[in-house]
């Protein structure tokens, strides 16, 4: 595996390293790029592109997914701008904030929530309470 860095939107090839080499600096089970899978999961629950979020931002799209792959990281006003567009928080974006500890998918739940209409999300949650009601009523007759 290779490391690379963005620079001008030029790729520079800076070394390579053995394959499983992010887990030497992680450790068992840690995020090697919390940063870089928050802003591709908040991008990708909006549905926009790289190159559609990179205009909202005022960068390219190869900034985008530098930001996404960790190869870059955000200065302050940019990791500010990030939470403004996401409606999130910086620890949020940092992954200090685990939202009262919601799994990844309960945070993608919340972000399609947040998306659909008024009327949709009550049909959602009405659809919701019928599954837990089915998920008592089956554990009741096991």
């Given at each position: 595996m290779?490391?690379n860095l963005?620079?001008?939107?030029?790729?520079?090839?800076?070394g390579?390293f053995?394959?499983?080499?992010?887990?030497?600096?992680a450790g068992?089970?840690d995020e090697?790029?919390?940063?870089?899978?928050?802003?591709?999961?908040?991008?990708?629950?909006r549905g926009w592109?790289?190159?559609?979020?990179?205009k909202r931002l005022?960068?390219?799209k190869v900034?985008v997914?530098?930001y996404?792959?960790?190869?870059r990281?955000p200065?302050?006003?940019m990791?500010?701008k990030?939470a403004d567009?996401?409606?999130?928080t910086?620890?949020y974006?940092?992954g200090?904030?685990e939202?009262c500890?919601?799994?990844?998918m309960?945070r993608?739940m919340?972000?399609?929530?947040?998306?659909l209409p008024?009327?949709?999300?009550?049909?959602?949650?009405?659809?919701?309470r019928?599954l837990?009601?089915q998920?008592?009523?089956?554990?009741?007759?096991g």
């Amino acid at each position: 595996m290779s490391v690379n860095l963005w620079f001008d939107e030029m790729e520079t090839t800076v070394g390579v390293f053995p394959d499983g080499w992010e887990k030497q600096f992680a450790g068992e089970g840690d995020e090697v790029n919390v940063l870089g899978k928050q802003i591709k999961m908040l991008r990708t629950i909006r549905g926009w592109t790289q190159e559609e979020f990179g205009k909202r931002l005022g960068v390219s799209k190869v900034t985008v997914s530098s930001y996404e792959h960790g190869l870059r990281v955000p200065n302050v006003e940019m990791l500010n701008k990030l939470a403004d567009l996401f409606e999130v928080t910086v620890d949020y974006l940092l992954g200090r904030d685990e939202t009262c500890g919601a799994s990844e998918m309960e945070r993608e739940m919340i972000g399609i929530l947040r998306r659909l209409p008024e009327d949709q999300n009550h049909m959602l949650l009405e659809f919701a309470r019928f599954l837990l009601q089915q998920s008592v009523v089956h554990r009741q007759a096991g």
